[in-house]
């Protein structure tokens, strides 16, 4: 267990519907960065999140949206899904990893099936 | 999007043989790190390099960094089945955002 916690582990849910993922980061890490994964591609960056402050945005849709609340938990919106969005979603926290360098901590991910 | 360059895509190996991915920025980085994803799990964090032309071992694994720090490799010496899973490097991009832009990966697949 990773400390960092991602809901649902997974969805399925039709195109043209709209999902929210969650992700609670280590307690007292402030930040959280999400991530898209497709069926055999590598890590998408999407958007990252400061103690509640967007950071940095990456190939994010407009259709996709997200937040971080003050009890530093996000949510990832995705709206109006078509086929091509299913993936996987990570979320992850920057933390210190191995001796003092700061590196990602992923959650477990949550897997999107659009129908 | 924005994605740094692996290769191999692919390798498959007998076990005991030895795997190496290759990692190359057009950019120099100021820092590079190295995940690995088991099948059907989360990247978890191996290394991260800093200093042009360091070397890193872990075990039977070695991490380089390119002199010009444009590249990056993963080494593993006699591969085994547990090190089965794609592996990804990851290009910092700071400072601020501290963001990483990962590698297209290399997926390991080791034969018994």
């Known amino acids: 267990d990773s400390g960092v916690t991602q809901t649902p582990k997974h969805l399925i849910t039709a195109t043209g519907q709209r999902v929210t993922l969650r992700c609670s980061p280590r307690?007292?890490?402030?930040?959280v960065y999400w991530y898209q994964q497709s069926l055999d591609q590598g890590l998408q960056f999407l958007i990252q999140?400061?103690?509640?402050?967007?950071?940095a945005k990456g190939n994010i849709l407009e259709r996709f949206s997200a937040q971080q609340f003050p009890d530093l938990h996000s949510e990832l919106n995705l709206s109006s899904l078509e086929l091509g969005d299913s993936a996987l979603y990570f979320c992850?926290?920057?933390?210190?990893?191995?001796?003092?360098?700061?590196?990602?901590?992923f959650g477990s991910g949550t897997r999107l099936t659009v129908v | 999007g924005q994605q740094v360059m692996q290769i191999p895509q692919y390798q498959h190996v007998q076990e005991g043989e030895d795997f190496t991915t290759y990692c190359n920025s057009s950019?120099?980085?100021?820092?590079i790190q190295w995940y690995k994803q088991r099948p059907g799990g989360h990247p978890v964090f191996l290394i991260q390099l800093v200093k042009s032309g360091e070397v890193k071992k872990q075990k039977r694994l070695t991490f380089q960094f390119g002199e010009a720090k444009k590249n990056s490799s993963l080494h593993i010496t006699a591969t085994q089945t547990t090190d089965v899973g794609t592996y990804f490097c990851a290009e910092g991009q700071g400072p601020g955002t501290y963001k990483y832009i990962f590698g297209t990966g290399t997926r390991l697949k080791v034969l018994a």
């Open positions: 999140y400061y103690n509640g402050e967007e950071r």
């Open positions: 307690s007292g890490d402030l930040s």
């Open positions: 992850a926290s920057r933390t210190v990893v191995d001796r003092g360098y700061l590196g990602y901590t």
């Open positions: 950019t120099t980085l100021s820092n």
